[in-house]
């Protein structure tokens, strides 16, 4: 038995089960050749390599038919691609008329249609590229006689272990399976946390070396409660884990009953909670009886999950989807947010020396304007299905606010002069994140109509900690009292103007921040789906009155610890489950 007490607990919880290392597969294909006699043997063998992939293409699909998941149309799509008798056709003929070794006839002939498919019109044809790209991986991967790693379909209850984890992993991972995470890299603000909250898989990020010291199959306690993993515990301390785990489930069960109510104090003074979503997916939309609209959209999860630069039609059609689904209530838009720790595969990025403080979001946007403008009028033709708030983010200066004004303007002069609909009301904000914006936000709430604070990134400028580099995650302190007082400056200004101030970081849905922005006269918070029950639970605990108390009183404080002690204390008082 070993414990590891390292890295960041990012989604509290425990998860109990067996090692599941993972590691993506990198093909290498060079330029071969076989003699001409061993044509026929080369084909037999793509055949055979084909018929792997196929039976294991097939067992994915079936397991997701069963479940009715959505993910199975991409499995069938991969059947028919692999089956495809074109390719076919084309693999033959490398094989037996050019001579080619059965990897490169694979790598070149998807290649080929690869590339054709990139260069059609029609958008449903062109996504089939990254389809196309799996299925070449998995063939090659079958005939490098690697065996298949993905998130998709585990067989047990598994606690996968790895350097870190994609959009295009977390998409189709296997929740029911799936009890714990841990990666090497990544913080509390990564993707990868983001995601794990968002679907209650309790998880610890940045232990270094642990794909090292943890093999495949070992039976892990991955305890997020207390930021340990046990590797290989005895029998006595592995059924003490399955009482605690199930008394933690139920307790947030409980907690759940909560996401239907009002979020309301004691004394009846209403709080507006956002969501926040990436993908528009079926599941995130269904939280939309439970909350006052959407605080933040993510939209970077539309190009960060795709291979190609989703069209404007793609969008719009996502932003309709949304905007109709939320009817009167607000949606807050942000536009693309790439950059620092956020990259897209089709898109080479500057590199940077320091990427947090280079050219990302709105910087990376005035470089790119065509795809700037394709956004923004994706955005505004959508606005007429809803309630369209735009917002962009990495705002520091006055001149950002006015160029960004400038651009917004003439995409609607462009949307004019060709009679396309919009509605001439959407709102048009800026997300706090660099301090700077702050320290001016007297000015800033007069020139536009609301803003929202990312906590993330304010934290990371205000406390100059990369936050993502996890050996120096102790100095990330997001409950430090300057956080507070700064997001107060905020408050105070956006109170006076009568502007719209929102909150739509990680603080947001937290059970220690949240408090205490309410309390210091932030009423509009936006969170992942999965914190909307507790943060409920906790508003209705309280009055306004106490939640500005404690506000008063956390902003006098000195250091972060006490913050959080003091919280969680009156907490315990109120009878707030803090997990």
């Not at 792997?52 to 067992?59: F, T």
């Given at each position: 038995?070993?414990?590891?007490?390292?890295?960041?607990?990012?989604?509290?919880?425990?998860?109990?089960?067996?090692?599941?290392?993972y590691?993506?597969?990198?093909?290498?294909?060079?330029?071969?050749?076989?003699?001409?006699?061993d044509?026929?043997?080369?084909?037999?063998?793509?055949?055979?390599v084909?018929a792997?992939?196929?039976?294991?293409?097939?067992?994915i699909?079936?397991?997701?038919e069963?479940?009715?998941?959505?993910?199975?149309?991409?499995?069938r799509a991969?059947?028919?691609?692999?089956d495809?008798?074109?390719?076919?056709?084309?693999?033959?003929?490398?094989?037996?008329?050019?001579?080619?070794?059965?990897?490169?006839?694979i790598?070149?002939?998807?290649d080929?249609?690869?590339?054709m498919?990139?260069?059609?019109?029609?958008?449903?044809?062109?996504?089939?590229?990254?389809?196309l790209?799996?299925?070449?991986?998995?063939?090659?991967?079958?005939?490098?006689g690697?065996?298949?790693?993905?998130?998709?379909?585990?067989?047990?209850?598994?606690?996968?272990?790895?350097?870190d984890?994609?959009?295009?992993?977390?998409?189709?991972?296997?929740?029911?399976?799936?009890?714990?995470?841990?990666?090497?890299?990544?913080?509390?603000?990564?993707?990868?946390?983001?995601?794990?909250?968002?679907?209650?898989?309790?998880?610890?990020?940045?232990?270094?070396?642990?794909m090292?010291?943890?093999?495949?199959?070992?039976?892990?306690?991955?305890?997020?409660t207390?930021?340990?993993?046990?590797?290989?515990?005895?029998?006595?301390?592995?059924?003490?884990?399955?009482?605690?785990?199930?008394?933690a489930?139920?307790?947030?069960?409980?907690?759940?009953?909560?996401?239907?109510?009002?979020?309301?104090?004691?004394?009846?003074?209403?709080?507006?909670?956002?969501?926040n979503?990436?993908?528009?997916?079926e599941?995130?939309?269904s939280?939309?009886?439970?909350?006052?609209g959407?605080?933040?959209?993510?939209t970077?999860f539309?190009?960060?999950?795709?291979?190609?630069?989703?069209?404007?039609?793609?969008?719009?059609?996502?932003?309709?989807?949304?905007l109709?689904?939320?009817?009167?209530?607000?949606?807050i838009?942000?536009?693309?947010?790439?950059?620092?720790?956020?990259?897209?595969?089709?898109?080479?990025?500057?590199?940077?020396?320091?990427?947090?403080?280079?050219?990302?979001?709105?910087?990376?946007?005035?470089?790119?304007?065509?795809?700037?403008?394709?956004?923004?009028?994706?955005?505004?033709?959508?606005?007429?299905?809803?309630?369209?708030?735009v917002?962009?983010p990495?705002?520091?200066?006055?001149?950002d606010i006015l160029r960004?004004?400038?651009?917004?303007?003439?995409v609607?002069?462009?949307?004019?002069?060709k009679?396309?609909?919009?509605?001439?009301?959407?709102?048009?904000?800026?997300?706090i994140?660099?301090p700077?914006?702050?320290?001016?936000?007297?000015?800033?709430s007069q020139?536009?109509?609301?803003?929202?604070?990312?906590?993330?990134?304010?934290?990371?400028?205000l406390?100059?900690?990369?936050?993502?580099?996890?050996?120096?995650?102790?100095y990330?302190?997001?409950?430090?009292?300057?956080?507070?007082?700064?997001?107060?400056?905020?408050?105070?200004?956006?109170?006076?103007a009568?502007?719209?101030?929102s909150?739509?970081?990680?603080?947001?849905?937290?059970?220690?921040?949240?408090?205490?922005?309410?309390?210091?006269g932030?009423?509009?918070?936006?969170?992942?789906?999965?914190?909307?029950?507790?943060?409920?639970?906790?508003?209705?605990?309280?009055?306004?009155?106490?939640?500005k108390?404690?506000?008063?009183?956390?902003?006098?404080?000195?250091?972060?610890?006490?913050?959080?002690?003091?919280?969680?204390?009156?907490?315990?008082?109120?009878?707030?489950?803090?997990?």
């Open positions: 038995m070993k414990t590891l007490d390292k890295g960041q607990n990012v989604s509290l919880g425990i998860g109990i089960g067996k090692a599941y290392i590691k993506r597969y990198e093909s290498k294909v060079d330029e071969a050749y076989i003699e001409a006699e044509a026929k043997k080369t084909f037999e063998r793509y055949l055979e084909k792997n992939a196929m039976e294991e293409i097939k067992k699909y079936d397991f997701l069963a479940q009715k998941d959505e993910k199975a149309k991409i499995f991969h059947l028919d691609i692999v495809d008798v074109a390719i076919d056709d084309e693999i033959s003929s490398n094989i037996k008329d050019m001579h080619y070794d059965c990897g490169y006839a790598d070149t002939v998807y080929m249609f690869i590339e498919l990139s260069q059609v019109e029609d958008e449903l044809i062109r996504e089939r590229v990254a389809d790209k799996d299925v070449k991986l998995r063939l090659l991967r079958i005939l490098d690697v065996k298949e790693s993905n998130l998709a379909l585990l067989e047990e209850d598994s606690i996968v272990i790895a350097n984890l994609y959009p295009s992993d977390t998409a189709t991972i296997d929740r029911f399976h799936v009890k714990g995470i841990v990666t090497e890299v990544g913080g509390k603000t990564s993707h990868t946390a983001i995601i794990a909250k968002s679907y209650e898989i309790p998880a610890i990020l940045g232990v270094s070396q642990a090292q010291i943890i093999k495949h199959d070992d039976m892990i306690i991955l305890d997020a207390t930021n340990q993993i046990i590797i290989n515990p005895d029998e006595k301390l592995l059924n003490t884990y399955k009482v605690k785990q199930k008394e489930l139920e307790a947030k069960e409980k907690i759940k009953a909560y996401l239907d109510k009002d979020s309301i104090t004691k004394d009846g003074v209403k709080v507006e909670l956002g969501l979503i990436g993908s528009a997916s599941e995130e939309l939280f939309e009886p439970y909350v006052d959407v605080g933040l959209f993510r970077e539309l190009y960060m999950e795709s291979d190609t630069m989703p069209s404007e039609e793609k969008q719009f059609r996502v932003y309709k989807k949304t109709t689904k939320f009817g009167k209530k607000p949606v838009l942000r536009t693309l947010d790439i950059g620092g720790d956020k990259t897209l595969k089709y898109m080479e990025l500057p590199k940077e020396d320091n990427p947090f403080l280079g050219k990302r979001a709105i910087r990376l946007c005035f470089d790119h304007m065509e795809m700037f403008k394709t956004q923004l009028r994706a955005a505004l033709r959508a606005s007429v299905y809803g309630n369209l708030w917002m962009f990495m705002v520091g200066s006055v001149d960004l004004r400038e651009i917004f303007n003439e609607k002069k462009e949307l004019d002069e009679n396309i609909a919009y509605k001439d009301d959407v709102k048009f904000g800026v997300m994140e660099i700077a914006l702050i320290i001016i936000s007297d000015i800033v020139i536009v109509d609301f803003a929202s604070i990312g906590t993330n990134d304010l934290t990371q400028y406390t100059a900690v990369d936050r993502m580099n996890p050996d120096i995650a102790s990330y302190q997001n409950y430090a009292p300057s956080i507070f007082r700064t997001m107060k400056m905020a408050a105070d200004y956006f109170n006076k009568n502007k719209p101030l909150v739509c970081g990680e603080l947001g849905g937290d059970l220690i921040g949240a408090p205490l922005l309410i309390g210091m932030i009423k509009k918070l936006s969170m992942n789906q999965a914190s909307i029950a507790p943060i409920k639970q906790m508003i209705g605990q309280y009055t306004l009155e106490e939640l108390t404690m506000a008063d009183k956390a902003l006098n404080m000195h250091q972060e610890k006490d913050i959080k002690k003091y919280v969680l204390e009156e907490h315990k008082k109120k009878g707030v489950n803090h997990v």
